[in-house]
């Protein structure tokens, strides 16, 4: 089992910057990619951006504004967000999973979430 905690979301302005981090602990071990995930009320879930040691996707949304990492280490992901978009609102969750080739495909974990809002 891995559990994982988000932390980070808030409010901010249009333009402004924001980090997130998600701390995984369990069997981290285990963990070989990772990745955001976000999600807006009546939407399907989101994936944003996904790692896997050195190798880092993004949806086409966030490219050049979204920057992921993970520090093995500290067990921890993070997000960090810049030129926010009013349209970034949304609740953002961490995953863990795998790549085949390029493709990202989660697992059953992830975290119970954190809120951004961005105003306009």
């Known amino acids: 089992q891995v559990q994982l905690v988000e932390s980070g979301g808030d409010l901010v302005q249009a333009g402004g910057s924001l980090k997130l981090s998600c701390v995984a602990s369990?069997?981290?071990?285990?963990?070989?990619?990772m990745a955001w995930y976000r999600q807006v009320p009546g939407k399907s879930r989101e994936l944003v951006a996904s790692?896997?040691?050195?190798?880092?996707s993004y949806a086409d949304s966030v490219k050049g504004r979204f920057t992921i990492s993970r520090d093995i280490d500290k067990n921890t992901l993070y997000l960090q967000m810049n030129a926010l978009k009013p349209e970034d609102t949304a609740d953002y969750y961490c995953?863990?999973?795998?790549?085949?080739?390029?493709?990202?495909?989660?697992?059953?974990?992830w975290g119970q979430g954190t809120h951004v809002t961005v105003s306009s």
């Open positions: 369990g069997n981290t071990f285990k963990i070989l990619a």
């Open positions: 790692i896997r040691n050195g190798f880092t």
């Open positions: 995953n863990t999973g795998d790549f085949l080739y390029d493709t990202y495909y989660p697992d059953d974990y």
